[in-house]
């Protein structure tokens, strides 16, 4: 009995065993630990590929809002997803899903059979500060979900909010990313001719030597041309004037002047800025009053080929755009107009579209598109030269991300 409690022959066993539970469980802990970190890696990897997506999204629509800005009257498509109805062409402002689709292409963007959600979506939102700020996103107050939120630049600054969530290979909430950043519009300077007079003719009413045109004025350092197209006038139809009326006499070495001088685009550019400023006119006014408008405003008058309008009241200190669509222009008595006056002559007449009559006088330049052409009238200087409204000239030049508007939102 004794020897039997003495006997060890058992404990070998005993110690493999124990040493066989220690090493697989040693075994379990490395394989849970690589498969954690596997898992993590996956879930990384998911993250980046829906960050990289998301970032290449709002890229894509600051794309569209460049080519299509969305206003008032013509609104952002919002949301926009991959199924939207003509996503990536002129009928919508979505990103064209095609590139996107060939861009992010992999195993990492490919959704599961199960997946129900769309890879991306984008959300235009205006940056009004009642609704979350025109520096700050505000992902409680600026949720899509708020019905007060605009799809488009409600208060009219060139700066809207886009959202932009992606979700490729349908991931959880966990791995979804939602970015936003502001995209604004800008205005750049836009090219015009350094011509007093840019038409398809003109001619004078007076017989005299007195300086009706006066190519060199108070704010040029060189005097401006006198382009003329000569298309429906030809010979001195074109060019009615007598010596000494036009001084400097540049007509001479002037280049016949294109038309139209502006593109459509860039004319369209300017009707945008008139109607943010409360000085677009659908139909056409009798008469404009400038004298309470700011330096560089942009009227646009839509007009149509009976319109007949006018405008003055402003000063050499507040130099506006006039734009008539279609239609007219006249001065008379002792008015004065200051800036550009571009008539882009819609309908094409071939007749005096500017008018100056008695001893009324524009400073600035003067264009006219098409067959139109100007009758300067005889008194002196009715029209000098002032290229200083060039200046506040501008146009719209796409679309771009804000600088430090770019930001993660959690979750």
Aim: with cysteine; charged share 15%; glycine share 10%.
């Amino acid at each position: 009995m004794r020897a039997r409690l003495r006997d060890e022959s058992g404990m070998a066993l005993a110690t493999t065993i124990m040493l066989l539970l220690i090493i697989m469980g040693l075994g379990l802990a490395i394989t849970a630990s690589a498969d954690n970190q596997q898992s993590a890696a996956r879930i990384e990897r998911s993250r980046e590929s829906s960050f990289t997506e998301a970032e290449a999204v709002l890229n894509a629509q600051t794309y569209q809002l460049a080519r299509n800005w969305p206003t008032a009257t013509t609104q952002a498509t919002s949301p926009c997803r991959p199924s939207t109805a003509g996503a990536g062409t002129a009928a919508t402002t979505c990103p064209d899903p095609a590139s996107l689709a060939g861009t992010f292409a992999g195993p990492d963007y490919t959704a599961a059979a199960r997946c129900s959600s769309d890879a991306w979506q984008t959300v235009i939102q205006d940056d009004n500060p009642a609704a979350g700020g025109t520096k700050y996103y505000d992902p409680v107050a600026m949720n899509p979900a708020n019905p007060g939120i605009a799809p488009y630049d409600a208060n009219s600054n060139n700066a809207v909010w886009i959202r932009a969530t992606a979700a490729p290979g349908c991931p959880d909430a966990a791995q979804r990313q939602t970015i936003v950043a502001i995209a604004t519009r800008s205005l750049m300077a836009q090219d015009w001719p350094h011509s007093v007079l840019t038409a398809d003719w003109f001619k004078t009413g007076n017989s005299g030597k007195k300086v009706i045109v006066n190519t060199l004025g108070p704010n040029s350092a060189q005097p401006g041309d006198v382009s003329l197209r000569c298309t429906g006038h030809t010979g001195t139809s074109c060019k009615q004037y007598k010596a000494g009326q036009v001084a400097p006499d540049t007509i001479p070495a002037s280049p016949a002047g294109g038309t139209p001088v502006l593109d459509a685009s860039q004319i369209d550019s300017l009707r945008l800025q008139a109607k943010m400023s409360g000085t677009w006119y659908a139909t056409c006014p009798a008469s404009v009053a400038l004298g309470a408008l700011a330096q560089g405003t942009v009227v646009f008058i839509e007009g149509s080929s009976i319109c007949a309008t006018t405008a003055s009241g402003n000063t050499a200190a507040n130099p506006v755009t006039f734009v008539v669509r279609d239609g007219r222009f006249s001065l008379g008595g002792n008015s004065k107009f200051y800036g550009l006056l571009y008539m882009t002559n819609a309908s094409n007449l071939n007749t005096t579209l500017v008018n100056i009559s008695g001893c009324a006088k524009i400073q600035g330049l003067v264009a006219v598109d098409g067959l139109g052409g100007v009758d300067v009238g005889n008194c002196k200087q009715n029209l000098t030269y002032d290229p200083s409204i060039l200046g506040s000239l501008r146009t719209y030049a796409g679309a771009v991300v804000a600088k430090d508007s770019f930001r993660l939102l959690p979750g």
